[in-house]
């Protein structure tokens, strides 16, 4: 199956900083997601981008389907931003609809 | 809005009891999941579903079984619960295909004493 990576596993912010999360793929996928999981367990999506760039607020990600990773921008980090980043993806060639979950990105927000 | 629901946020069981785990979405979705997340392991699928009365095994199913009467509604059952399913147990729907974007739910977390 698909593996997915993701790096990296700890992050430190100061309020207001900037941070890109990464996530490799080892194989062509047909869905990406990115989730962040709040502190009571729930995903939330954030994108669904297989391919691409997209922008929602302070958040954005980009997909580089050839070269098989994607990356998460967070600017002007906040408090509530801390949490797990979650990348996931779907194989392509597998004809299944699971998504495979990277470990995630615990990112931690201080004021 | 996409909404997925889950039937308790927590649970506690004994060793030897049916569990049932009900989700409910109300987007008309073909496509529901069940995943468990444990640290250290990540998130694993267990069954998925893309129609009524039809299932698919997914990485753990062993200790599991699954119910689809209706087309908005996934039941997750532990036919004997045991220690080693105390886990965090989150359903997820999507469309058809896949190429479809997964939405959760709140997830239910089960203790097993």
């Known amino acids: 199956g698909i593996q997915v990576e993701q790096s990296p596993p700890d992050l430190i912010l100061q309020e207001g900083a900037n941070s890109t999360l990464r996530c490799n793929f080892s194989?062509?996928?047909?869905?990406l997601q990115w989730f962040h999981q709040n502190p009571w367990g729930q995903l939330i999506n954030l994108f669904y981008?297989?391919?691409g760039t997209k922008q929602n607020g302070r958040l954005s990600a980009t997909t580089v389907a050839t070269e098989r990773y994607s990356l998460l921008y967070i600017s002007s980090s906040q408090t509530t931003d801390s949490g797990v980043y979650f990348c996931?993806?779907?194989?392509?060639?597998?004809?299944?609809?699971?998504?495979?979950f990277g470990k995630g990105t615990k990112l931690s927000v201080i004021p | 809005d996409v909404k997925v629901t889950q039937s308790s946020r927590y649970l506690v069981k004994r060793t030897g009891e049916k569990v049932f785990l009900e989700c409910v979405q109300d987007?008309?979705?073909?496509?529901m999941f069940w995943y468990r997340q444990d640290p250290g392991l990540g998130l694993r699928l267990i069954y998925f579903?893309?129609?009524?009365?039809?299932?698919e095994k997914g990485d753990i199913p062993e200790g599991y079984s699954v119910s689809r009467e209706k087309k908005e509604r996934f039941s997750l059952i532990l036919e004997s619960a045991s220690t080693n399913q105390t886990s965090m147990y989150l359903c997820a729907s999507s469309f058809i295909g896949q190429t479809t974007e997964q939405y959760f739910g709140p997830g239910t977390r089960l203790t097993v004493t």
């Open positions: 194989d062509s996928v047909n869905n």
């Open positions: 987007m008309d979705h073909e496509n």
């Open positions: 579903s893309y129609d009524v009365k039809m299932k």
């Open positions: 996931a993806a779907v194989h392509s060639g597998a004809g299944s609809y699971q998504l495979t």
């Open positions: 981008i297989p391919s």
